[in-house]
């Protein structure tokens, strides 16, 4: 374990230092930095390092590419009082069929076996985000915008977590997230896979709407899969956590052929059941329409491929 007092950040002392950007160029105020606080950082080699180290420094946050965590520290002045750094730990790399390490990067997602959740890591961020932002950094955050979330509940998913002391279990995706931001880990925990059921899932789509059409985060994000037991859609940034539309997916597979009136009630009964609200990214009722059009298209697209 590579264990050090690192002067990763500062604290103002009063004095406005800046780096190298006047003041008055700056979009956003910086925190000034003029004396260095020591913290411990570990930087952990494998699973049981990485708990154990959380085991020690309960209050420690966990790194992995530290787009969500660097922006709470730079910009929001956030602290936390030790690092546990993930990037080095080999056994949450991997991506295949049936389990996903939360270590993997975007950047691999977008070359994912599963469709879905390719075309999602193709849409977030920009490359130098993909190229850091991890999976499991998504599920940590637990933004209800996070691109990764709804198809992981759209696959029925389970999200694997260890700790020091009572070793791996699997949480269902529907327990794990249980609000803005907030999830079911315990605090003595690591996410370190999300762990799907046996394929059975034939075609996946994924869409979101935002402001602009690169680096932005969702207005409104859905996946739609059809399996061998009938269609599922889950959707994003409509509800504290990402959601099912459960019965718009009893409707659809009640259909057996399902026309053009039976698509367009499932668009409208998923904008039925979505919980949007309105905040600085969009309405409550734009958001609604937006999800039942992404649905209905999504629905499509599976329908003819
Ligand atoms: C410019 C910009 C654009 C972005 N665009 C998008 C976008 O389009 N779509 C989108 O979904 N997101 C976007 N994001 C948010 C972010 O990139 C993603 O949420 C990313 O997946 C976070 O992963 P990370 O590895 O960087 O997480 P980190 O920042 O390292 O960690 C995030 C949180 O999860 C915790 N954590 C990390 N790994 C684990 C683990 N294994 N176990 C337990 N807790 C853990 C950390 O302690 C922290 O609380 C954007 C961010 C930026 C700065």
Same mark, same amino acid.
């Given at each position: 374990m590579f264990l050090n007092h690192s002067p990763l950040w500062g604290e103002s002392n009063g004095a406005a230092v800046w780096w190298g950007v006047p003041p008055s160029s700056l979009p956003v105020p910086i925190h000034p930095v003029v004396a260095f606080v020591a913290m411990d950082f570990v930087g952990a080699r494998d699973v049981a390092e990485a708990t154990a180290a959380k085991a020690s420094i309960p209050d420690a946050q966990y790194l992995a590419g530290g787009t969500d965590l660097m922006v709470d520290v730079n910009l929001a002045g956030h602290r936390p009082s030790g690092i546990i750094g993930?990037?080095? @730990?080999?056994? @949450?790399q991997d991506l295949g069929p049936t389990r996903i390490g939360a270590g993997v990067t975007w950047l691999r997602l977008e070359q994912a076996p599963h469709r879905a959740l390719a075309q999602a890591a193709r849409a977030v961020g920009s490359p130098q985000i993909r190229a850091a932002g991890t999976i499991g950094g998504n599920i940590g955050t637990a933004?209800?915008?996070?691109?990764g979330l709804p198809w992981i509940a759209a696959l029925d998913a389970g999200i694997e977590v260890a700790s020091h002391d009572r070793g791996r279990r699997v949480v269902p995706w529907n327990e794990f997230f249980t609000g803005v931001k907030q999830?079911?880990?315990?605090?003595d925990e690591m996410i370190t896979a999300v762990v799907l059921p046996e394929d059975e899932t034939e075609i996946q789509e994924f869409a979101k709407v935002g402001s602009?059409?690169?680096?932005v985060i969702s207005t409104v994000s859905c996946v739609v899969v059809r399996t061998t037991a009938g269609y599922r859609v889950a959707l994003g940034s409509v509800a504290p956590t990402p959601m099912r539309a459960f019965r718009a997916e009893e409707m659809i597979n009640a259909e057996a052929a399902p026309s053009a009136t039976a698509i367009a009630e499932f668009g409208r009964i998923v904008a039925e059941e979505v919980r949007p609200i309105t905040d600085h990214r969009s309405t409550e009722a734009y958001r609604r329409h937006a999800a039942g059009v992404l649905a209905r298209r999504l629905l499509e697209r599976c329908l003819v491929a």
């Open positions: 993930l990037r080095r @730990i080999d056994e @949450i933004s209800p915008a996070g691109d999830t079911s880990l315990a605090p602009r059409n690169a680096m």
